[in-house]
């Protein structure tokens, strides 16, 4: 149950009952924007847990940095899924007590499936991750392969595609998957019936290309997306590095922005001389985009003679988009120092972890987040939810 | 208006008043995704359109692709920002009529923040993207740069990072967005109030590093992260090179992917072998990521000795999880085939355009989704939603 809070801090989710049945990443990220929300999140795994509770990265105990990052704020059942008996058990948590929802990514034992769920509760809602639509397999390492991102990721020129390391479609899927089950709550609250929502990994990404005009833009122009290493496609914006070694990512969205870059870097001579020789203007973003490379070598020439803490100055001074590449590793430093400045880290104590800071939902509502709970054990919850009948 | 269709197919958001003041990719998918479930979503816009509408890629008659993808099915209206009686004339269309969600990136104008709105509507829902949650500017791309993955991304000993080419932190924040304001629509049905949501990108990136367990493994581990190139974290997946030149990524999760690669490719001996003369093992995932240069050097030699549609037939026989990269252009390819198959899936006529393939909702309801919608001209409803009283 939630800790008690000032009522504005329960949680727009509360009273909202789900059970997710699910495993890695997307089915497990929908579950913990709920719970981050307020909803009570009933995480159900196989007998011993389910595989990815020793997912890396592990904690020196050998607990799952990351099965304890997806699941903080659940409360999780364990039983024999390979026993009839035992899914009943899980039925019978789905279908007594308040109207429930349903997240899993497995369609594998039609008894908890949206149809034999609906025949016991019509108020049931049902949302499955699937791979593909057609039902067959796929993750979000096949999914980026067959999507386009990593062949126009990474160094010009290079052959070999770059995978994202983020598993976006699993955070997009993840997400989708939510706003699908909110979606149909909205519905259940007017006409009472539930529904069964589906999002495959694949339809994200695609849908996601399309959204873009990557797909579009295949289909009507004859334009050919290659690699451009971090050239930002379009307008301008790329990383650059100091003289003392800094690395800055820097965007210019707007004609100010442009312009004050010129002030920022004393390079608006230089670029008024190159405009009148070669005939050529750096006005508009598409302008800017087809001379970048001039534009780079310029700016690029800067930045490897200015010193980081000069460079972020003169930028700062003139309100220029930009930031300093961060690690991992200096994010964690000194017990967190650098997440502890923001509001949406708080300190929890798990199990087999110990204390560090974790994520609030970076969902803010009315200028306020809950604060985020530990992951349960496996089966912690079994005397609580299944054994007190 | 949304054509006439079956009841079951009007969208689960139908009734659902969305006024979207916004730009860029964040907030646009934002209301997409709520116009995709059936929301009428109105886009405002700056007389003449909003910087975004000549964002690249574009046709060849100069519309863009990019804006016409994320702004499908919406209604659009453009005023005159700076001048306070049109800013009056977006504030009405907010507040009559039945209740609101306003959905933006920009806190610029007084009058169209939660304050104002709610206090002639207290029903009023408001969305807010930011940058940081402090108020400070960022986009998808100076985020990245302060979240540790592009320092983890390419190939191994790099020390430049490596930009996803993906807007991945615009899409989570569009999609938290929508969660967030689907979650105070839940509250509101109850208890008639509005909510302020706010969703910071830097948040969003942070708060996935840290579900994840990347942050907590910076915290409480000495284990810093490095490039790995394609090869998966904590398991065993990377991509391989076919004898006739197809790239495929493969991904084994379990033990019983595991074996059967291994029948597939002829190497259960060889594997078996090595783990007798090196007294090692290749059984769980730790093991074999930690041996994964040895598991790829046999494996890429025996891709790099088969041709692609040997390779494809030995997997997909042994139900191994795998996918051959595709790029966009072959996506798009006479006329979007490779698409058509899908029913994520439908024809558009977009005006500067012509007829192609657009995406669907990624999110299927009841086994069905609403069919794309044309995104608007500039001041295309100005009539119709602003013009008549």
Redesign the interface.
């Not at 560090?356 to 200028?367: E, R």
């Given at each position: 149950m939630p800790p008690e809070e000032l009522p504005s801090r329960k949680g727009?989710?509360s009273g909202?009952r789900v059970v997710e049945i699910s495993s890695y990443?997307a089915t497990p990220?929908c579950g913990?924007?709920l719970a981050q929300?307020g909803a009570d999140v009933v995480r159900v795994e196989p007998a011993g847990g389910a595989?990815d509770r020793?997912?890396?990265?592990?904690?020196?105990s050998g607990t799952?940095?990351?099965?304890?990052?997806?699941n903080?704020g659940k409360r999780a059942v364990a039983v024999d899924m390979g026993s009839a008996a035992d899914r009943g058990r899980v039925v019978d948590l789905i279908t007594r007590g308040g109207p429930c929802v349903v997240v899993s990514n497995s369609d594998r034992y039609p008894e908890l499936g949206y149809e034999a769920l609906s025949a016991l509760r019509p108020d049931v809602i049902h949302v499955l991750l699937q791979g593909r639509?057609d039902g067959g397999?796929?993750?979000d390492?096949?999914?980026?392969?067959?999507?386009?991102?990593?062949?126009?990721?990474?160094?010009p020129g290079a052959a070999?595609?770059?995978?994202?390391?983020?598993?976006?479609w699993d955070?997009?899927?993840g997400?989708?998957l939510?706003?699908?089950l909110?979606?149909?709550?909205?519905?259940r609250?007017?006409s009472g019936r539930g529904?069964?929502?589906?999002?495959?990994l694949e339809?994200?990404a695609?849908?996601?290309?399309?959204?873009?005009?990557?797909?579009?833009?295949?289909?009507?122009?004859d334009?050919?997306?290659t690699k451009s290493?971090?050239d930002?496609?379009?307008?301008y914006?790329r990383?650059f590095e100091t003289a003392d070694g800094v690395?800055?990512?820097v965007?210019i969205?707007?004609e100010r922005h442009w312009t004050k870059l010129l002030t920022a870097t004393g390079l608006t001579a230089a670029f008024e001389g190159l405009a009148e020789a070669l005939d050529i203007g750096f006005a508009g973003?598409?302008q800017r985009?087809e001379h970048r490379e001039l534009i780079s070598t310029l700016l690029a020439r800067w930045f490897a003679g200015t010193r980081f803490a000069e460079a972020a100055e003169a930028l700062d001074r003139q309100?220029i988009?930009?930031?300093?590449?961060?690690?991992?590793?200096?994010?964690?430093?000194d017990?967190?120092a650098a997440?502890r400045k923001?509001?949406?880290?708080d300190e929890v104590d798990?199990p087999g972890?110990?204390p560090?800071?974790?994520?609030?939902?970076?969902?803010?509502?009315?200028?306020g987040r809950l604060a985020p709970r530990p992951a349960p054990a496996v089966g912690e919850h079994n005397t609580q939810l299944l054994d007190r009948e």
């Open positions: 727009l989710l909202l990443v990220l913990l924007t929300l595989a020793t997912r890396w990265p592990l904690a020196d799952s940095l990351y099965w304890s990052g997806l903080k639509a397999a796929g993750v390492y096949t999914v980026q392969a067959a999507t386009g991102f990593p062949l126009v990721t990474g160094a070999a595609p770059v995978n994202h390391v983020l598993p976006a955070i997009a899927a997400l989708y939510a706003v699908g909110l979606a149909a709550e909205r519905e609250l007017v529904r069964e929502i589906r999002v495959a339809d994200v695609l849908a996601t290309a399309g959204n873009l005009g990557y797909l579009a833009e295949a289909q009507v122009t334009h050919e997306r290493g971090n930002v496609f379009g307008t914006g990383d690395r800055m990512m965007v969205l707007t973003e598409s985009y309100r988009l930009w930031e300093r590449y961060r690690s991992f590793e200096e994010l964690g430093r017990g967190g997440l923001s509001d949406l880290f798990q972890v110990g560090h800071l974790a994520p609030k939902s970076p969902i803010v509502v009315d200028g």
